[in-house]
C-alpha cells in the first residue's frame, strides 16, 4: 500500500505517521489492498486539517477533519473514512449483477473433462448452485409518505384510481362506514384489498 504524505505548515511527526497506517490497515481489511492513497494534513489559523484520500477501482473515497489538534484530526478523518469504505463495500456486495450466459450441469461436466484431459467415457460430478431469484436486503429504509393515506373516506373504486392516480404500491383509506382499508399493488400488477380487524 501507497502512502503519500502532503504537510503544508505543519511537521510531520512518526506519531501521527503511526496513527494513519493503523487506521488505514483497518481500511485495508474491508477493501483489501488495490488502493492508493494521499494524506494532506494542514494547520491554519490555529485549525489543524486532516484530508485523506483513497483510490479504490471504482473512484475515490475522502476524508474530511477539522480540529484544534492534529491527533484528534486524523482520527476524526479515519473514522469518516472506515464509514464510507463501509458503506462502499456494501454497496459492491449488494448490487445486482447481470446472469452471465446460462448452462446445465451437463455441459459443465464436459467442458471440464476435456479441461482436465480426460477421455470422453470418464463422468466428473459437478454440483450447480442455485442463487434465490430475490435479492434480500440488508438495509431498512424508512420514508414517511403522507400521500399514501386518504384523507376523507371513499369507496373502494374512488381508492383503486386514486392509488393510480397517485402511483402508489400501497395506499390506505377508510370506506363509508369507517372501516380501515389497505390496498396493495403485488409484483404481478393486481392490486390486494387488505381489511384492517
Known amino acids: 500500500m501507497n502512502v503519500e504524505y502532503t504537510a503544508r505548515k505543519y511537521e510531520l511527526t512518526p506519531a501521527i505517521r503511526k496513527e494513519v497506517e493503523t487506521g488505514l490497515n483497518k481500511i485495508r481489511r474491508i477493501l483489501g489492498d488495490r488502493f492508493e492513497t494521499k ?55 449488494s448490487k445486482k449483477r447481470k446472469a452471465g450466459k446460462k448452462f446445465d450441469g451437463q455441459s459443465l461436466a464436459e467442458n471440464l473433462g476435456a479441461a482436465l484431459g480426460l477421455p470422453d467415457s470418464t463422468t466428473v460430478s459437478v454440483l450447480v448452485h442455485r442463487f434465490p431469484s430475490v435479492a434480500r436486503t440488508t438495509e431498512v429504509h424508512l420514508v414517511h409518505a403522507r400521500d399514501s393515506v386518504a384523507l376523507r373516506p371513499m369507496t373502494l373504486e374512488e381508492a383503486i384510481k386514486e392509488a393510480h392516480f397517485r402511483d402508489k404500491d400501497v395506499f390506505v383509506f377508510r370506506d363509508p362506514q369507517g372501516v380501515l382499508m389497505v390496498l396493495h399493488r403485488t409484483r404481478d400488477g393486481k392490486m390486494e384489498l387488505i381489511e384492517a380487524p
Open 39 to 93: 494524506v494532506i494534513l494542514a494547520v491554519e489559523k490555529r485549525r489543524h486539517k486532516a484530508e485523506i484520500t483513497i483510490n479504490p477501482p471504482n473512484g475515490p473515497i475522502v476524508g474530511l477533519a477539522q480540529t484544534m489538534d492534529m491527533m484528534s484530526a486524523v482520527n476524526e478523518a479515519l473514522d469518516h473514512l472506515q464509514k464510507q469504505a463501509l458503506k462502499y463495500k456494501t454497496k459492491w456486495l
